[in-house]
């Protein structure tokens, strides 16, 4: 009977993939765990109880599952943020994780928007600059909501462009009788004919001469003349015949009512960006600098503005674009890029747009931004990538952030980053997932190659997830006495409990929405026994004297991968195992249990010890007599109070049958 000694320092790769479980020559599998459920992974390589969530409002009983919801961050100032909550024909405003009262005076919670629906929230897509933000979607008359001089003014208009480009959706070729004469022969040209051939329809149709020539129309002054800007120059200032010179006709503005509106919207070095539209689905226009809503190209000039057409072999559907190092454009098809040299800015003679990656991107998640790149969801929704830049080859590139991970993502259908503010956290990148309604937390530390997914459960189903510079925001389905409810949460570091109410002094909480449910309840930093909700309301076993907090239960589970001691005779994978010892290390710990045993915390060596809160425990507790042999013996910390738990590696002895 062999025993052995080893250690799990840290759990930096966070869950393992099931489908690795014959992987133990990985580094990932030595760092790695079967399962870590409502813990977030430390940049050092511990693992950490999540956060509670603490209640901050119903959304009201309107609302039905069919419903969408977004929430849109808005950073107006340093001092002032918002998070601005959207339903059907709805905007909440939140500040201060609190939802702002009495919207422009008129006694409501909420901005009326009665042009957008909830059947748009999910594909709908924003950008913001200073104090505007524009919310676009391919069926939408493209919006824009103003924050006023307080945090309850706001305002909300549809956008009146100062001009639309052109597009011929039914193009037509006229030889009108007479002559034309260009008075110059590239740039911007006055055209004169011979006779009354034009009219205001003129405007954003073009002029083909022969040998040479082709004009935009950019002004109708008359029947005989108007003005444009040259794409291609004209041979001479000679008047061109008739016959030798034709009209095209059937330009007409790109977005209206009839043909759709754009799909995604973004700022990028003084212009504004769409990407896409409704019948345009891959092309990409860029306003004049500074004026942000002028997107008729008129002069050619550096400042005028672009539009560029992604050509290849395949449908490139923009679902996203986003300033970053370069304008980076996510479709359907592939990642693309629009390229810069050193510090010039785009202009319409370079702009244009590259091929990085054929991967493809799913629609209505929006990319976020790390340090080091920008991750989006893959077309299937079964990937999670990084797109990059190298200064060794000068391109971009996609590289699997879930390679390992995969069976986390379960049709995920939004995802947001938290970065991280104390050298003890990381990047967190939250999933919401359609599937099962579980939220994938990836801790991420690229630099350091660091990747650690965990998931987190709820009692109900995560739908919509954003983050406030530092607060993180969900929407949450729950049910309770046979009726859904859905509330706006924030995830709290005081609160240990899910869709939790705070109080101070009290001998009970009522106004609670949890009708039916068994509620944790802490008072005075103990926990106290748990309580069924009664009319809205539960009373405490014993009055809280300074502080109490009431919500919903949920569980805690790190299990670690099979154990495999790797010997230099080789591997013990079909030998039984038991683990005979546990040396768990721990950092602020209040509780906790090994393979279902209960590690003592509390000690009782000091006076009035059961009146105190229960203390945190820093250090090495070790656990015994551990029953029972298997393949695949391992070790399973779970925590079902709501109190502190920090695990930062665990050493462990394991006698092995058959062993050498």
Not at 107 to 123: A, H, V
Not at 149 to 162: E, P
Not at 260 to 267: E, Y
Request: aromatic share 10%; hydrophobic share 35%; net charge negative.
């Amino acid at each position: 009977m062999a025993r052995f000694v080893t250690m799990q320092t840290n759990f930096s790769s966070g869950e393992i993939d099931p489908l690795l479980r014959a992987r133990i020559d990985l580094d990932q599998y030595k760092n790695g765990a079967q399962k870590l459920t409502n813990v977030v992974a430390q940049p050092q390589g511990g693992v950490k109880r999540r956060p509670g969530l603490k209640h901050i409002y119903e959304i009201d009983s309107s609302y039905t599952p069919e419903d969408g919801v977004r929430i849109v961050p808005f950073e107006f100032s340093t001092a002032d943020s918002y998070m601005l909550m959207f339903t059907h024909q709805k905007m909440h405003v939140i500040r201060n994780r609190s939802v702002v009262q009495d919207i422009n005076g008129s006694g409501n919670d909420y901005l009326t928007i009665s042009s957008l629906t909830s059947s748009m929230l999910e594909e709908m897509c924003w950008t913001q600059s200073a104090d505007t933000v524009i919310i676009v979607h391919p069926d939408l008359e493209p919006i824009k909501i103003v924050r006023g001089a307080s945090d309850s003014s706001w305002t909300v208009s549809a956008i009146t462009f100062d001009s639309i480009p052109k597009y011929a959706f039914t193009i037509s070729y006229t030889n009108p009788a007479g002559t034309i004469t260009p008075d110059e022969i590239s740039g911007s040209v006055t055209i004169t004919a011979s006779s009354g051939v034009f009219s205001a329809a003129s405007e954003g149709q073009y002029i083909s001469a022969f040998p040479q020539g082709r004009l935009r129309i950019t002004e109708y002054v008359s029947t005989t003349k108007v003005r444009g800007v040259t794409e291609v120059p004209f041979f001479d200032t000679s008047a061109i015949a008739n016959g030798n010179w034709e009209l095209e006709s059937g330009y007409e503005n790109v977005w209206s009512a009839t043909k759709g509106w754009p799909r995604s919207a973004t700022f990028h070095e003084g212009r504004l960006y769409f990407g896409g539209s409704k019948t345009r689905p891959s092309t990409i226009w860029g306003s004049k600098v500074g004026f942000y809503f002028d997107f008729q190209p008129v002069e050619a000039y550096d400042d005028d503005a672009v539009e560029a057409t992604l050509d290849t072999n395949q449908l490139n559907t923009i679902v996203d674009i986003i300033s970053g190092r370069d304008l980076q454009v996510f479709t359907t098809g592939g990642e693309f890029y629009v390229p810069q040299d050193g510090l010039n800015p785009i202009t319409p003679t370079n702009f244009f747009v590259k091929t990085a990656s054929r991967n493809g991107s799913r629609e209505g998640i929006r990319v976020v931004q790390l340090e080091t790149g920008t991750l989006y969801i893959r077309r299937q929704g079964k990937a999670l990538s990084e797109f990059t830049y190298s200064d060794v080859t000068l391109s971009y590139a996609s590289k699997s952030i879930s390679l390992l991970s995969s069976h986390l993502l379960k049709e995920p259908r939004e995802m947001a980053l938290r970065k991280a503010t104390s050298t003890d956290e990381s990047d967190l990148l939250l999933i919401v997932n359609q599937e099962d309604g579980t939220l994938t937390a990836y801790s991420l530390l690229v630099q350091q190659s660091v990747v650690a997914p965990t998931e987190f459960i709820t009692d109900g189903e995560f739908v919509e997830v954003a983050v406030d510079i530092s607060d993180i925001y969900v929407v949450v389905k729950r049910t309770f006495d046979g009726t859904d409810y859905y509330f706006l949460e924030v995830f709290d570091n005081d609160t240990s409990t899910d869709c939790a109410f705070t109080g101070a002094d009290a001998s009970g909480a009522s106004g609670l929405p949890h009708e039916g449910a068994t509620l944790n309840v802490i008072a005075d930093g103990n926990v106290l026994s748990d309580e069924v909700v009664s009319s809205g309301a539960v009373t405490f076993e014993r009055e809280s004297s300074s502080t109490y907090e009431v919500g919903l239960p949920f569980q805690v589970e790190i299990r670690t991968l099979p154990l495999e001691p790797n010997l230099g005779t080789g591997v013990r994978t079909g030998y039984k195992k038991r683990v005979i010892e546990v040396n768990a290390i721990l950092d602020k710990t209040q509780h906790l249990k090994i393979n279902g045993v209960l590690v003592p915390i509390r000690s009782f060596d000091t006076e009035g010890t059961l009146d105190a809160a229960t203390p945190e425990y820093t250090g090495i507790k070790t656990l015994h007599g551990i029953r029972g042999y298997s393949k695949e013996a391992q070790i399973t910390v779970t925590q079902d109070y709501p109190l502190k738990l920090t695990l930062l590696g665990l050493e462990y002895r394991i006698s092995v049958q058959g062993g050498p």
